[in-house]
């Protein structure tokens, strides 16, 4: 099936629904599966919206895989590694919003596996298996989706027997999920890897390597790339707009 690349979302329901209703609209899903490249949570108000929209369109053979934030949401809710000092940077950095979304105040809990367990409580299971269950990589036809790392010293099997050893151990830190070389390929490599996390001026697109984040919590901007028509279709709160992809 042919496929449409979507960066990070974090919490931002109306550009999201919004860019899938004009992606329906264009006619696209009627042979398109949507690849959504991780990062569904915080920053955004309403993540919770967010998680259960991606349920949806879960349920209807989309792809989302998993990003630094996903993981760090899944330790907390999980009381994974409560001393990890992503852990403290999340709860200080991205709580607020998250956890408003699903009708509960940041404040006054006495430690992250406390916090935890009430985010835990808030959310259904079908919520909580989705976050848990997010693969860290998906291959479609000549294309590596992945949240952001990719190593140009190894070959992409080398890669991907990491990555499946971490994600049976559910043992790995956001840094291993996210930072990169932008342009980096897996060594030998002849495919074309696509990625989010990290923010671009605007979509960078190579014959091998292509970075769709822009930054959507500042920008308000977000982008689908399919690569079959050489298209971006882009989206903010109250309009949307296509053009021809720039290499």
């Known amino acids: 099936m042919l496929s449409i690349f979507i960066p990070d ?34 920053r955004g108000p309403d993540t919770k919206g967010v998680i259960d929209f991606c349920i949806e ?39 607020g919003m998250t956890m408003k979304s699903f ?12 916090l935890g367990l009430a985010l835990r409580a808030a959310m259904s299971q079908e919520e909580i298996d989705f976050i848990a269950t ?34 049976r151990l559910r043992k790995y830190t956001p840094d291993q999920l996210a930072f990169t070389n932008a342009w980096g390929l897996p060594l030998g490599f002849d495919g074309c890897v696509v990625s989010g996390h990290q923010i671009m001026d605007e979509p960078q697109i190579s014959p091998h390597r292509v970075r769709l984040e822009l930054g959507l919590d500042e920008t308000g901007v977000l982008v689908a790339w399919i690569p079959d028509q050489h298209k971006l279709v882009f989206a903010n709160k109250t309009e949307t707009w296509t053009t021809d992809e720039t290499p």
């Not at 992606?23 to 042979?31: I, K, N, P, Q, S």
């Not at 599966?33 to 991780?38: H, R, S």
């Not at 693969?135 to 000549?142: A, H, K, Q, R, V």
């Open 9 to 42: 979302i974090h919490g931002f329901l109306v550009q999201m629904k919004r860019l899938v209703d004009e992606l329906v609209r264009l006619g696209y899903l009627a042979d398109h599966q949507l690849v959504f490249l991780g990062d569904y949570v915080d």
């Open 57 to 95: 369109l879960q349920k209807s053979g989309h792809i989302f895989i998993c990003g630094n934030h996903d993981y760090l949401f899944h330790q907390i809710i999980s009381k994974q590694d409560p001393a990890d000092r992503f852990l403290d940077d999340w709860i200080f950095s991205f709580t």
């Open 103 to 114: 009708g509960l105040n940041r404040f006054g809990y006495r430690s992250p596996s406390e």
């Open 134 to 167: 997010l693969p860290l990589y998906y291959e479609t036809g000549n294309f590596i989706a992945i949240h952001g790392r990719c190593l140009t010293s190894s070959t992409w099997e080398h890669q991907k027997r990491e990555l499946d050893s971490w994600d």
